[in-house]
């Protein structure tokens, strides 16, 4: 059996490739920068404030050094605590929501009171003005998506609560597990910027006690340097 081979001036169709779902990406590359931002600042305050055998250093340098070093202890410490505690409780609650929304939502069909549109760009869905009941025998109206060119009359599923409000697809298992793994995931830089806000605090606080000892001590100092001078 012989390969087909394409007329000349023919145009040869290429194989459509899936898309990436580039919304991911783009908050996946803006996490893993606002992750690089908190390491150079924590990276930064280390640096300058860890205890060493420098004579010069004062009870208040030692004191912020070991500040420091307190709080990268507590931080290695608690990240993995509060990434799975976060998980558990975003899970948690993310399954109770799953369980009422499954439970009290339902699709009703919708008659719609008029023609949906039929231009728009790609992957429209125009929206129509219909009408539907409720769970409890209500009759409501609102507008709905449709499909481009359907007609007036023609019906729709769509999802309502017990009373009779749309509200959108229920969530999913896997919506909910994706949810309480992105929680899990903040819950450990909310942590380290907390403590790194803490460590700068503490810094600024100790400078300030800092300058006023050598105000104090240049006071001192200053007549004995004059005299010599």
Same mark, same amino acid.
């Given at each position: *059996?012989?390969?087909?081979?394409?007329? @000349?001036?023919?145009?040869?169709?290429?194989?459509?490739?899936?898309? #990436?779902?580039?919304?991911?990406? +783009?908050?996946?590359?803006? *996490?893993?920068?606002r992750l690089a931002v908190v390491a150079e600042r924590?990276?930064?305050?280390?640096?300058?404030?860890?205890?060493? %055998?420098?004579?010069? %250093? #004062?009870?208040?340098?030692?004191?912020?050094?070991?500040?420091?070093?307190?709080?990268?202890?507590? /931080?290695?410490?608690?990240?993995?605590? !509060? !990434?799975?505690? !976060?998980?558990?409780?975003?899970?948690?609650?993310?399954? #109770?929501? +799953?369980?009422?929304?499954?439970?009290?939502?339902?699709?009703?069909?919708?008659?719609?009171?008029?023609?949906?549109?039929?231009?728009?760009?790609?992957?429209? +869905?125009?929206?129509?003005?219909?009408?539907?009941?409720? =769970?409890?025998?209500?009759?409501?109206?609102?507008?709905?998506?449709? &499909?481009?060119?359907?007609?007036?009359?023609?019906?729709?599923?769509?999802?309502?609560?017990?009373?009779?409000? &749309?509200?959108?697809?229920? $969530?999913?298992?896997?919506?909910?597990?994706?949810?309480?793994?992105?929680?899990?995931?903040?819950?450990?830089?909310? $942590?380290? +910027?907390?403590?790194? /806000?803490?460590?700068?605090?503490?810094?600024?606080?100790?400078?300030?006690?800092? $300058? @006023?000892?050598?105000?104090?001590?240049? #006071?001192?100092?200053? =007549?004995?340097?004059?005299?010599?001078?």
């Amino acid at each position: *059996m012989g390969t087909s081979v394409p007329a @000349a001036g023919s145009i040869v169709s290429r194989p459509r490739l899936p898309r #990436r779902p580039i919304v991911a990406m +783009e908050g996946k590359a803006r *996490m893993r920068r606002r992750l690089a931002v908190v390491a150079e600042r924590a990276t930064r305050v280390v640096r300058g404030l860890w205890p060493d %055998r420098n004579p010069l %250093r #004062r009870t208040l340098d030692r004191v912020e050094g070991a500040l420091v070093g307190g709080l990268t202890v507590a /931080f290695l410490a608690c990240a993995p605590v !509060a !990434a799975v505690a !976060a998980w558990h409780a975003a899970y948690s609650y993310g399954a #109770r929501a +799953e369980y009422a929304q499954q439970a009290a939502w339902h699709q009703v069909p919708a008659v719609l009171l008029a023609a949906a549109a039929t231009n728009g760009y790609t992957g429209y +869905e125009p929206v129509v003005r219909a009408r539907w009941i409720a =769970p409890d025998g209500v009759r409501r109206t609102g507008v709905v998506p449709a &499909l481009p060119g359907a007609a007036a009359g023609s019906t729709v599923r769509v999802w309502v609560d017990a009373a009779g409000r &749309l509200t959108g697809p229920p $969530l999913q298992p896997l919506q909910v597990r994706d949810q309480a793994a992105l929680v899990a995931i903040l819950a450990p830089i909310v $942590l380290g +910027e907390i403590l790194l /806000f803490t460590g700068q605090l503490a810094h600024y606080l100790l400078g300030r006690r800092r $300058l @006023a000892a050598w105000d104090a001590e240049w #006071r001192v100092i200053s =007549p004995q340097w004059t005299r010599q001078r």
